[in-house]
């Protein structure tokens, strides 16, 4: 699969930027913590909708050793919370070409960044 091709051919510094889902969230994936160990440790930025009904997360499938290091909704929220009540997000990603530092940030419909991650680039 993917995930393993990416490993054996020693591919870093993998994000994966999502929007399927209606609510933001930073995911932390690790084979220490999965079913299927055969990949590199990877993230991935959730933000949506841009305009439609906000849900709550529902339960992560642990294949794949996921954490929710960040969700942008309050937990037990009633779901599919219109766009009026503001539960609407949107992300940036800022690469400084000098450190190698991915910046990551998710932010709600005002614009105020609600979460906000530093990556250093892996070596290879």
Do not use: C
């Not at 991935?44 to 942008?72: C, I, K, Y």
């Not at 190698?100 to 105020?112: E, K, P, Q, W, Y």
């Amino acid at each position: 699969g993917v995930l393993r091709h990416l490993r054996d051919h020693r591919v870093r510094n993998v994000v994966w930027l999502t929007a399927d889902v209606h609510y933001a969230a930073a995911h932390h994936y690790d084979p220490a913590r999965a079913r299927f160990t055969e990949f590199d440790p990877f993230w991935e930025f959730v933000a949506g909708p841009l305009h439609a009904g906000t849900f709550g997360p529902n339960e992560l499938d642990p294949t794949f050793g996921p954490q929710a290091r960040f969700v942008g909704i309050p937990a037990g929220m009633k779901p599919n919370r219109p766009p009026s009540a503001g539960l609407q997000f949107f992300g940036t990603l800022n690469l400084d070409g000098r450190t190698r530092v991915l910046t990551v940030r998710l932010h709600d419909l005002s614009g105020r960044a609600i979460f906000s991650l530093d990556l250093p680039a892996q070596e290879i």
